[in-house]
């Protein structure tokens, strides 16, 4: 079973702070991705990777960055956590084609204080 | 203009009915278009995939795919309890690695 697993379901953060989101699949996947999901907004795409230390920025970058040293783990990083990035992180990855399916982890939520 | 649009619903539907729902896209250079579901708080996952125009069955499931008019349906056949979730209409632009969300589907089965 392919398996993507994110280091943390449950996360409160104070204002300022600097948070990470770790993710690592288990299946050589060459793309790997983090959305945000809010109610009423759907899942948006903050950034996406599809190599070794490439990477992308999707919908609604600003105020994150991420990092892809190795191929099975892509961490999502807050600089500086503040209260409207309160939400539910999901990681996900695929390979590479038409039909690529995605693999979603479990989801972080995060509360930013 | 949204890449993916869904209506948020809820959709109700009685125990046995088909539930019919729908997804339109906006970029005619989508390739691959998918179907997720969501129970509450739990992730997204694959029901089905169509690239091609025309019909796909999978078991109770049917995927309907009309690229000239930009819209992509799931009928649910004999609807059960267990099939009241969220579900999530995603299409792949050219490039394949990037996907685009709608916003989801809500899907109320009555017993």
């Known amino acids: 079973d392919v398996k993507v697993t994110q280091s943390s379901r449950y996360l409160v953060k104070r204002t300022g702070e600097k948070v990470f989101l770790e993710c690592v699949q288990d299946m050589d996947h060459e793309n790997m991705f983090w959305y945000r999901q809010d109610p009423g907004l759907g899942l948006r795409l903050i950034y996406f990777s599809y190599d070794v230390k490439m990477k992308e920025k999707g919908d609604i970058p600003e105020g994150y960055s991420v990092s892809r040293e190795k191929k099975e783990r892509f961490s999502l990083i807050l600089e500086s956590a503040s209260t409207n990035q309160t939400s539910m992180y999901l990681c996900?990855?695929?390979?590479?084609?038409?039909?690529?399916?995605?693999?979603f982890g479990e989801g972080s939520r995060l509360t930013v204080l | 203009q949204k890449e993916v649009e869904q209506n948020s619903g809820p959709l109700s539907v009685p125990e046995g009915a088909i539930a019919s729902l729908n997804c339109t896209y906006s970029d005619r250079g989508s390739q691959s278009f998918f179907w997720y579901r969501q129970y509450s708080g739990k992730s997204p996952e694959l029901i089905m995939f169509i690239y091609s125009n025309g019909d796909k069955e999978d078991g109770r499931f049917t995927a309907q795919l009309n690229k000239a008019s930009q819209y992509v349906s799931l009928l649910i056949r004999d609807s059960q309890p267990s099939d009241s979730a969220t579900y999530l209409c995603a299409v792949i632009r050219y490039n394949f690695n990037k996907f685009y969300f709608g916003s989801g589907t809500k899907l109320n089965v009555k017993p």
């Open positions: 996900a990855s695929s390979t590479t084609g038409q039909t690529g399916e995605l693999f």
